[in-house]
């Protein structure tokens, strides 16, 4: 199985790329920022729960996350691979993720961070607050206070792929075609 986890900052071409990803190598794509989403759409406990986190750009709880991907990953065990997009988010989601694909006798193959600098996403993310309607995209104190999240209780999992020596930085900035280029630079080496 071909599974990665697609790492970066907010506005750094995680849903992008997870998608050409999905397309080329036949994976299956999970978002945890796009189910919580649609559980908020839904109007449903965890939705409603979840709200209150993402509207400010904060993280939601650990167990609300994991307890959710326990299920799509068991569903999902024998496709041919898994995308992985804003999870895991702290180190208690990676350790998680780990213990999760050893009970299905499956593992990650690589983490990729998408390195963007700051003004590049903040920029990303003001063009895109015109159409997307999304409520953390809305204002520049949640875009900013998304980013601090990241530094702080994100990017410290880089670390723990490293330790593994399952982290690879891709560079995130050019046009989609050229990054998605790097992308499957790095992800063919990892093709049975
Ligand atoms: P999530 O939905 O994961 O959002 P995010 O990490 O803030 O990232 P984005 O989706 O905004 O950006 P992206 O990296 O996917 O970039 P995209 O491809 O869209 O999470 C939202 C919230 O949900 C979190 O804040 C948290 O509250 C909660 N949450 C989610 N997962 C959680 C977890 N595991 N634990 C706890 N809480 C969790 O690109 C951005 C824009 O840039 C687009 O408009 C795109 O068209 C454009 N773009 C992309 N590439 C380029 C390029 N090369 N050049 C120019 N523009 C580009
Ligand atoms: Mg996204």
């Given at each position: 199985m071909?599974?990665i ?9 995680k849903g ?9 190598y ?31 750009g ?7 996350v ?13 496709a ?5 997009d ?8 990676a ?10 006798d ?18 990303r993310?003001?063009k ?12 520049i ?8 999240v ?13 330790k ?29």
């Amino acid at each position: 199985m071909l599974n990665i986890v697609l790492f970066g900052p907010p506005g750094a071409g995680k849903g992008t790329h997870s998608k050409k990803l999905v397309e080329t190598y036949d994976l299956i794509h999970f978002s945890t920022g796009d189910i919580l989403r649609a559980e908020i759409t839904a109007k449903t406990q965890l939705g409603i729960l979840a709200k209150t986190a993402i509207d400010k750009g904060e993280l939601v709880s650990d167990d609300i996350v994991i307890g959710m991907m326990r299920n799509k990953i068991k569903q999902n065990i024998n496709a041919k691979g898994l995308v992985f997009d804003g999870f895991p988010r702290t180190i208690p989601q990676a350790e998680s993720l780990d213990k999760l694909l050893i009970e299905n006798d499956i593992s990650i193959s690589t983490m990729l961070m998408l390195d963007v600098k700051k003004q590049e996403l903040i920029n990303r993310l003001q063009k895109r607050a015109e159409h997307s309607g999304r409520t953390d995209d809305a204002d520049i104190n949640i875009i900013n206070n998304r980013i601090e999240v990241y530094e702080k209780q994100t990017l410290p999992i880089a670390d723990f792929y490293k330790k593994q020596n399952k982290f690879l930085l891709i560079n995130g900035i050019g046009s989609i075609e050229t990054i998605f280029g790097r992308i499957q630079d790095a992800v063919n080496p990892f093709l049975n």
